[in-house]
């Protein structure tokens, strides 16, 4: 099994930023492809990017490329989602995901999740 607690969630202006963190404890994190999901009130679970297990390979939602960027440590079983850029339409609560099949935009392939955290961004 695979747990997973994220953290970094907080109030910013628009134009600001934050950095959310995925700490994961389990015997084989670093064969999971991870992947950061969002949801907002009244909308579906949303694909914000996804990471391969070595870290080699990344994908990104349209409505974040060239502002949200995800890496990931290994040595410390964690991933991370630099948001830059920041938008009122990116308020959500953020949840991190481990999909042992590899990269994935759908949140029905990853089979751990995050309790997420909030973001909100004011305009």
């Known amino acids: 099994q695979v747990q997973l607690v994220e953290s970094g969630g907080g109030l910013v202006q628009a134009g600001g930023s934050l950095r959310l963190s995925c700490v994961a404890s389990g015997r084989t994190f670093s064969s999971y492809a991870m992947g950061w999901f969002r949801r907002s009130p009244g909308k579906e679970r949303e694909f914000v990017a996804a990471i391969l297990s070595n870290g080699g390979r990344t994908d990104y939602a349209d409505t974040v490329k060239g502002r949200f960027t995800i890496s990931r440590d290994n040595a410390k079983n964690s991933v991370y989602l630099q948001m830059n850029s920041l938008k009122p339409e990116d308020t959500a609560v953020y949840y991190c995901?481990?999909?042992?099949?590899?990269?994935?935009?759908?949140?029905?392939?990853?089979?751990?999740w995050g309790q997420g955290t909030q973001v909100t961004v004011s305009s």
């Open positions: 995901a481990a999909n042992r099949a590899g990269i994935s935009r759908s949140p029905r392939l990853y089979e751990y």
